[in-house]
């Protein structure tokens, strides 16, 4: 694995942390390497972040978690969402075009 493209910067919606983002370009529709922004904005993937760095703390690691349970979390997303599919639906707002 080849990572690069560190990205550092403020993030406006948390002012004082900085946040590192590692990429991974070792994947086809990253090459060829000629402009990495251009690569980042135009053909990366939320799964080419292999790495995320918010103030000193890794929130992703080798494309993994670590501050939350994504397991718990896909199973209560998925237990609501059939319960709201399983409820009676109801308008909630009439739109006018």
């Given at each position: 694995m080849r990572l690069g493209c560190?990205?550092?910067?403020?993030?406006?919606?948390s002012p004082g942390l900085s946040t590192i983002r590692l990429f991974d370009f070792?994947?086809?529709?990253l090459r060829p390497r000629h402009d990495l922004a251009a690569n980042v904005v135009?053909?990366?993937h939320a799964s080419d972040v292999d790495h995320v760095?918010?103030?000193?703390?890794f929130l992703l690691r080798k494309g993994e978690l670590t501050t939350l349970d994504e397991?718990?979390?896909m199973r209560e997303t998925e237990r609501?969402?059939?319960r709201?599919?399983?409820?009676?639906m109801q308008q909630v707002r009439e739109y006018k075009g």
């Open positions: 560190v990205q550092c910067q403020q993030e406006s919606w070792a994947k086809p529709h135009h053909s990366a760095i918010v103030d000193g703390r397991e718990k979390l609501r969402a059939f709201l599919v399983g409820s009676e």
